[in-house]
């Protein structure tokens, strides 16, 4: 077994809801160069764009670290922002604080989490209330 | 390479070396990336070209063909169907009527002439009950472009489930004018099917088809061919003959090839349509990256104003729009007098049709992917990634590849070398890593000898010094 590995990063910034989704873009792009089953990309995809999007909705910035290896993509994302008081409520479905204005850009449905659940095989989330979160996402290649 | 491959790989458009003056052009405006340029003549990459027809529009000099059976084929059978789409009547001026344009055709040696459309009606039903019943594979994309279709395969091998598995109207109608024929006692190989085709992705999706194993269809005429051909026959008759056209087609029937044409009839969720190529780059890129949020139904088409600009229609596109649209009211207008709708024939549950018009899966053929073994795919990649920050970004192309990322990609896979970029042969003049001979070899393997002859440029050369 080879132990190719990658790793890139992207900056994530708060409010800035007009460049969100470059980094699911280009992580969609650099899977299916590697091959990666169509399936999983997708799920990648919609799971790393939803824990973006929270960032761009929650909090003030953030890092967004991508790192794959022949078995699977680890993402983590890393935010300044004022952190999840009670994870378990904020998983449930229709649980939202979004503000008017992100409603308005339609976000804010309470979807986010709980997406992000099913299309990731692990998802671990921690977070410090004023400091700001970290969410990990990680899904294998080959089932 | 195997047989297989190579009928995946079937083309309708041909590169003629004898007049490319490897000028590039085609190379530029390609989509897909399919085409390079090797010792002064373009080069298609048969795996990555998804027959759109964008370089057949931008050659200066013609070298670019698309594929036509012999006409004299249709004499192979007794009975001889011409299926014309409806925008091959928008090609004609509005003096002409399409009573004269269909025995103009009929002279021509049809037995049959039957519009496409005839099947969309049913198709249509079938549509909105495959929509309903597919909700967890939104958005659905229609099977109607065949370029798409095969851009969808090549590029965005994740959507290729999202293909709607049903017949085109050609398809449908071909299978509904055979078997009415046989039923009236006429042998099945009697009968040839001919279409006339307003594109070269069309004529690929009849000769090596995707989800299919053989077409329904025998043969197809190149709608420019056959424009001429009945043109002429117009030209010489001095009277106008009064028999009546192809006026029966519904309103929706006459447009469906139209931009708005299909989606305007799906009656479940919400359904979008999206005309010339790019544009449906752009908005698959964001479709795949699950940006872009309940849309039920995608009616996706190479071409800018869909059939009505098929590369072999010889008539303006907005114009034949605008003819279209008109018959389409007239014909709506109508209704309730039109002798009697032929389109009434194929009835709505038709158990033969209702058999026959499924496809089978579209299989993604990924010109994405760096390797098949992963590993090998990312030290490609990093590879890819290095070369590519050296190279100038400018995408001049003299390289013989169509950007500067586009030749990373050819140097990794073996298929180019860095030393083609012009400004890396510059760098490496500088330090003596080159001399002046090496790099004109490399220009001359690309663009030919020709066009870098010491002696082209004998008169001019004084002035420019
Ligand atoms: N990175 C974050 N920083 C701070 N709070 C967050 C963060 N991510 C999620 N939350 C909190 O969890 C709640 C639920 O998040 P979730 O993504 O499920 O829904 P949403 O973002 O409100 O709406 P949707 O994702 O459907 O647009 C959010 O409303 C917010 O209170
Ligand atoms: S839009 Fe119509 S004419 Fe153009 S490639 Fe597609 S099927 Fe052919
Ligand atoms: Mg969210």
């Not at chain 1, 761009?56 to 680890?74: C, F, N, P, S």
Request: overall charge negative; glycine content about 6%; some cysteine.
């Amino acid at each position: 077994m080879s132990s190719e590995k990658m790793h890139f990063e992207y900056r994530v910034e708060g409010g800035n809801f007009s460049e969100a989704g470059y980094p699911s873009s280009q992580v969609k792009k650099t899977l299916k160069q590697l091959n990666v089953e169509g399936n999983v990309i997708k799920r990648t995809v919609v799971a790393l764009y939803e824990a973006e999007v929270n960032i761009v909705a929650h909090a003030y910035r953030g890092v967004i670290a991508v790192d794959i290896d022949t078995e699977k993509i680890i993402i983590t994302l890393t935010d300044e922002g004022p952190g999840i008081a009670d994870i378990k409520k904020a998983m449930e479905i229709g649980y939202s604080t979004a503000t008017p204005e992100v409603r308005e850009m339609g976000f804010g449905a309470g979807m986010g989490l709980s997406n992000m659940n099913t299309n990731a095989d692990k998802l671990s989330i921690t977070s410090e209330v004023g400091t700001g979160t970290i969410v990990e996402i990680m899904n294998y290649f080959h089932k | 390479m195997e047989r297989k491959t190579d009928n995946q790989f079937h083309h309708a458009l041909k590169f003629r070396e004898d007049l490319c003056i490897g000028c590039s052009h085609c190379m530029n405006i390609c989509p897909t990336e399919a085409i390079r340029v090797s010792h002064g003549k373009a080069q298609l990459h048969a795996n990555r070209c998804v027959d759109c027809g964008e370089c057949y529009r931008v050659c200066p000099v013609g070298a670019i063909i698309v594929e036509q059976d012999d006409f004299e084929n249709i004499y192979k059978y007794n009975t001889r169907v011409a299926l014309i789409p409806s925008v091959f009547s928008g090609q004609f001026p509005d003096s002409v009527s399409s009573g004269e344009i269909l025995s103009a055709v009929h002279e021509l040696g049809f037995t049959h002439v039957i519009e496409v459309e005839e099947g969309v009606e049913f198709l249509n039903d079938r549509f909105n009950e495959y929509i309903r019943e597919n909700q967890a594979k939104k958005p659905l994309i229609s099977p109607f472009c065949p370029a798409v279709v095969r851009l969808i395969q090549v590029k965005f091998p994740t959507l290729a489930g999202n293909i709607i598995l049903l017949k085109a109207p050609v398809d449908v109608t071909a299978l509904h004018t055979r078997k009415e024929l046989t039923d009236q006692g006429i042998a099945s190989e009697d009968i040839g099917i001919f279409y006339v085709t307003p594109c070269a992705a069309k004529i690929v999706a009849v000769k090596s088809p995707v989800g299919e194993e053989k077409s329904v269809i025998d043969g197809v005429i190149n709608m420019n061919y056959l424009y001429n051909k009945i043109f002429k026959i117009l030209r010489q008759k001095k009277e106008k003959s009064e028999v009546t056209g192809f006026s029966h087609l519904s309103e929706k029937s006459i447009c469906w090839s139209l931009t708005h044409g299909e989606s305007g009839h799906m009656t479940q969720g919400r359904s979008l349509a999206i005309d010339e190529i790019n544009n449906v780059i752009e908005f698959l890129e964001k479709v795949e990256n699950e940006e872009i949020d309940g849309i039920d139904f995608l009616e996706l088409r190479a071409c800018d104003e869909s059939c009505a600009g098929g590369i072999l229609c010889p008539g303006n596109r907005f114009m034949t729009v605008d003819k279209l649209r008109k018959r389409a009211v007239k014909s709506g207008d109508s209704k309730g007098n039109t002798p009697e709708s032929k389109t009434g024939k194929i009835s709505m549950n038709d158990p033969f049709l209702l058999e026959n018009i499924p496809l089978g899966p579209v299989l993604p053929r990924s010109i994405i992917k760096l390797d098949d073994n992963m590993s090998e795919a990312m030290i490609k990649m990093k590879r890819i990634y290095e070369l590519n920050r050296v190279l100038p970004q400018v995408d001049c192309g003299i390289c013989g590849s169509p950007t500067c990322k586009a030749l990373s990609e050819d140097v990794v896979q073996n298929q180019a070398s860095i030393k083609q970029c012009i400004f890396v042969q510059k760098i490496l003049e500088q330090n003596d890593k080159m001399d002046m001979q090496e790099s004109i070899q490399i220009m001359k393997s690309i663009w030919s000898d020709n066009k870098l002859d010491q002696n082209s440029l004998k008169d001019e050369i004084n002035e420019i010094n």
